[in-house]
């Protein structure tokens, strides 16, 4: 029996860039522009990789002491779901999705939508401060 040979293991980043790139529309321009924010906004932010399986290639999640957001991409949305979003004061309004749970928040980007940079960079730093505080 033939040995496969060695595959090479992406990191974290490497695999949102790959889901930037293959996107190669307005989606993933959207998933880029919003990367760089969460980046700008906490410059200790951590990239990571999750719930890949043979069903779905997995998932960006941006975390600083605990996670703070996934960026998940559908066919007319580009979702950033906020894992304790419920928690923040979202003066702003950018939540527009998953309003009902007690928990989780989320913000549905669609195609001609413009990005409130200025909002959604305090929206990050509020989760930051959040999950330091716990």
């Known amino acids: 029996m033939e040995k496969s040979p060695t ?12 889901r930037i790139n293959e996107l190669s529309d307005w989606r993933g321009k959207t998933l880029g522009r919003l990367r760089a924010l969460i980046k700008q906004a906490d410059p200790n ?13 997995g998932v ?5 002491n605990g996670p703070i957001c ?10 950033l779901t906020f894992f304790k979003g419920a928690a923040l004061k979202d003066p702003s ?6 309003l009902e749970g007690n928990t989780r928040r989320a913000i549905d980007f669609h195609e001609d939508d413009k ?14 401060k959040l999950n330091e505080s716990r």
């Open 45 to 57: 932010v951590v990239e990571e990789w999750k719930w890949k399986k043979a069903t779905n290639p």
């Open 60 to 64: 960006p999640v941006w975390s600083h």
């Open 93 to 98: 309004g950018l939540f527009n999705s998953s």
């Open 7 to 18: 595959q090479k293991v992406e990191t974290p980043s490497q695999h949102i860039d790959g």
């Open 115 to 128: 990005i409130d940079e200025k909002a959604f960079t305090a929206l990050i730093r509020a989760a930051v």
């Open 70 to 79: 996934t960026g998940e991409t559908y066919k007319s949305v580009v979702k």
